[in-house]
């Protein structure tokens, strides 16, 4: 019955599973920002950035389900790159901006090298995850 559903509409089920997977990294997204316990460092500063990356590429992929996650993915990466890198630039505006709680969330605050490798990882699991999708439920091809 669910198989005859998932090959009757398969990007509405990709998107069911994209959404599903969205109401689980939103949370955590948040949640790692907050965390206090073992590596708190980290989560904090860096377990943020992969679930970032995810939530960017599942975003996208909902919106255009049948894009390449490869595509979707490095450009994902290039505009959180270009973010990262726009960090380094403080005129008062971005600073005003960049202090409230939400437009912090969306684009930091400070420039750090060690964010780059956990967009990568962050990049390279979305990528990997949304592969498996298409390719064992929805899609016979996906590059």
């Known amino acids: 019955m669910i ?27 948040f949640a790692s920002k907050f965390y206090q316990g073992a590596w708190d460092w980290w989560v904090r500063d860096y377990a943020g950035d992969i679930l970032y990356e995810i939530f960017w590429i599942l975003l996208i992929a909902s919106i255009l389900p049948k894009s390449s996650p490869f595509c979707i993915a490095c450009g994902v990466f290039s ?7 726009f960090q380094l630039w403080q005129p008062p505006f971005l600073i ?3 202090s409230t709680f939400w437009w912090h969330m969306l684009l930091g605050s400070t420039f750090v090298w060690w964010d780059f490798p956990h967009y990568f990882l962050g990049c390279v699991a979305a990528w990997i995850g949304l592969r498996l999708v298409r390719s064992n439920l929805f899609f016979t091809k996906s590059p």
């Open 3 to 29: 198989r005859r559903l998932v090959s009757n509409y398969p990007i509405s089920s990709y998107r069911a599973v994209i959404f599903f997977t969205l109401g689980v990294i939103i949370p955590l997204g």
């Open 79 to 85: 505009a959180t790159s270009l973010i990262e890198f």
């Open 96 to 98: 005003e901006i960049r």
